[in-house]
């Protein structure tokens, strides 16, 4: 399985940036995805998810409102549209699979923890300048 991240890069504060992740070698239309960030000297935390169905979605109280994950199945990509973005947003973006089959009552912890995921991409910078 191998999941690519793209889309980051350097943009101001208030701007917009479209992250894209790529999967391969999984069954895409069953999985959850995710994405998570990391900033330098902090642990990964949870941005958003989304799952199998791709009618639930879930976010960190820290970007609701101004960030959005959907997917594409036919195309195996999962995306995260960042609006408004503010200098504590800087982090590398990891995106992350399972082969979901979580019920919906357990999703929705479970879809913020970083080791329920058994797939992550490599990861892509986003720095917001001020």
């Known amino acids: 399985v191998q999941l690519q991240a793209s889309g980051g890069g350097l943009v101001q504060v208030g701007g917009s940036l479209r992250l894209s992740c790529v999967a391969s070698g999984l069954t895409f239309r069953t999985s959850s995805l995710g994405w998570f960030r990391q900033a330098p000297g902090k642990d990964r935390e949870f941005v958003a998810a989304i799952r199998r169905s791709g009618g639930t979605t879930n976010y960190a109280d820290f970007v609701k409102g101004r960030f959005t994950i959907s997917r594409d199945n036919p195309k195996n990509m999962v995306f995260l549209e960042m609006s408004s973005l503010k200098p504590e947003d800087t982090a590398v973006y990891h995106c992350?699979?399972?082969?979901?089959?979580?019920?919906?009552?357990?999703?929705?912890?479970?879809?913020?923890?970083?080791?329920?995921?058994?797939?992550w991409g490599q990861g892509t910078l986003v720095t917001v300048s001020s």
């Open positions: 992350a699979a399972i082969q979901d089959h979580a019920i919906l009552s357990t999703w929705w912890s479970s879809s913020t923890q970083p080791t329920w995921y058994d797939y």
